[in-house]
């Protein structure tokens, strides 16, 4: 019975060592997520920057205090964040609600279904 019981403390142990670890591993790849997020709207701002917009930020709100049309276009308002130029111009793509959380926390975002999700864009038309 001792030996049972010395082996259970030592696989106890061993499995705490492991959860230890992976809880570990997962803040080293969520540091590595948030500095590379960091650098990326960095670029971002700066690319808006030498492209003579006024606005330099990556990330733009879309809202109405508007019932109708938040009624009418429920789908399109919400937050845009910045995904290149075209014709000099910037372009911004809808981010799914799943995704945006906080600052300084994290998400984890369910994969889209791709059949029902509608992608919006806003962007310079002339």
Known sequence: ???YFEAYDAYTHRLENEVNWQNKQGNRVQSL??????????AQ????????????SPHLQ???TDASFMKKYSGVFGHYQFQGMHGNHPYY????????T?????AT???????????YYLFWNE
């Open 1 to 3: 019975l001792p030996a």
């Open 33 to 42: 997520i948030d500095t590379a997020q960091t650098k990326l709207s960095s």
């Open 45 to 56: 701002e700066e690319t808006l920057r030498k492209a003579g917009c006024v606005c330099s």
């Open 62 to 64: 879309f809202s109405t």
């Open 93 to 100: 793509q809808l981010q799914p609600q799943s995704t945006l």
């Open 102 to 106: 906080p600052s300084g926390g994290s």
């Open 109 to 119: 975002t369910r994969r889209p279904n791709i059949t029902t999700t509608k992608i």
